[in-house]
């Protein structure tokens, strides 16, 4: 009966462990998505998208990807502590572009959610002559 107790007990203890592990970096945007509205061909526009680690690791982004030649972003390239934000600046270049653009950008890092999609909006009108 005792020994049934005990491993009552450290199994309980094992549980309780598991349900305290870590959770690992978290990343979360203030915000996914700026709309510009209508801007004219050749415009630059930029957007500076701050998020938080709200994980209990630091927040390693080891990549930004771009849709296109014309939107270029800058992030940290150094781990973001827990509690803590950060910046990433997003410019996009609409030369060449018309119409609705909807410019996707995809940030890598090691939260538990590995990839997370931010975007510009904007709709490129024809310069006026």
């Known amino acids: 009966m005792k020994k049934l107790v005990l491993l009552m007990v450290m199994a309980l203890f094992v549980f309780a462990a598991q349900a305290q592990e870590k959770k690992g970096a978290e990343i979360i945007f203030k915000e996914k998505s700026i709309d510009f509205g209508d801007i004219t061909q050749g415009d630059k526009v930029e957007h500076t998208f701050v998020f ?12 930004v990807a771009v849709t296109c030649g014309c939107t ?24 060449g572009k018309m119409g ?8 890598y890092s090691n939260a538990a959610e590995p990839i997370e999609k931010v975007s510009l909006i904007s709709n490129v009108l024809p310069k006026g002559k």
């Open 52 to 63: 938080e680690n709200t994980g209990d690791s630091p927040l390693v982004i080891s990549n």
């Open 72 to 95: 270029a972003p800058n992030w940290p390239k150094t781990p973001i502590a827990p509690g803590e934000k950060g910046e990433m600046k997003v410019v996009f270049n609409s030369a």
């Open 100 to 107: 609705k653009q909807n410019s996707v950008v995809r940030v």
